[in-house]
């Protein structure tokens, strides 16, 4: 099951997403034990593997950490849904192989708790819970390579094969 766990404002900063004072690791499993816990600090107890984040505009503004990509992404959350996201903290997403969805709609159309289906090829997420379908604009073919690689790093090393 994919549950989403939806925060209805705009602006969650890196800070929320990883407080400064655990940026002393890069270990994604020590991260994650910490992410969203300024914000929401029943967060991690909640999350499961597969589940979804729901936020409006400006998604991970503020400190350019790649920590923000690696506790979300280490705590099992298989991507971000937002308004909008702040343009570091998109790239180092893709960087890390990790898929963001930017729509208008779903922040609207998402509560707490529903369960949903993404198709990121089609650019479109099932709201199974409500019965809805809200469409996205899917990433490039390019973004989709370095994801599907794990990451840029990976990326190139494989392309260089």
Same mark, same amino acid.
């Given at each position: 099951?994919?549950?989403a ?66 506790? $979300? ?5 298989? &991507?971000? !849904? ?6 570091? %903290?998109?790239?180092?997403? /893709? +960087?890390?192989g ?9 922040l ?14 089609n650019?479109? $997420? ?5 019965? &809805?379908? !809200?469409?996205?604009n899917?990433?490039?073919? %390019?973004a989709?390579?370095? /994801? +599907? ?13």
């Amino acid at each position: 099951m994919n549950k989403a766990h939806v925060y209805k404002r705009d602006h969650i900063n890196t800070d929320e997403i990883i407080p400064a004072r655990y940026l002393n690791t890069d270990d994604r499993a020590e991260l994650a034990k910490h992410c969203m816990e300024d914000l929401d600090k029943d967060f991690v107890n909640n999350v499961e593997e597969g589940d979804v984040i729901v936020a409006g505009e400006d998604f991970g503004c503020g400190s350019s950490r790649e920590h923000a990509v690696w506790a $979300i992404h280490g705590a099992g959350v298989q &991507t971000v !849904i937002a308004k909008s996201f702040a343009r570091i %903290f998109y790239r180092n997403a /893709i +960087n890390n192989g990790f898929y963001l969805v930017e729509s208008q709609d779903a922040l609207e159309k998402i509560n707490d708790g529903d369960e949903l289906d993404i198709d990121y090829k089609n650019g479109t $997420i099932t709201n199974k819970t409500a019965g &809805t379908e !809200i469409s996205f604009n899917p990433l490039p073919d %390019f973004a989709l390579d370095i /994801i +599907n690689d794990g990451g840029l790093l990976e990326h190139i090393t494989k392309s260089k094969k």
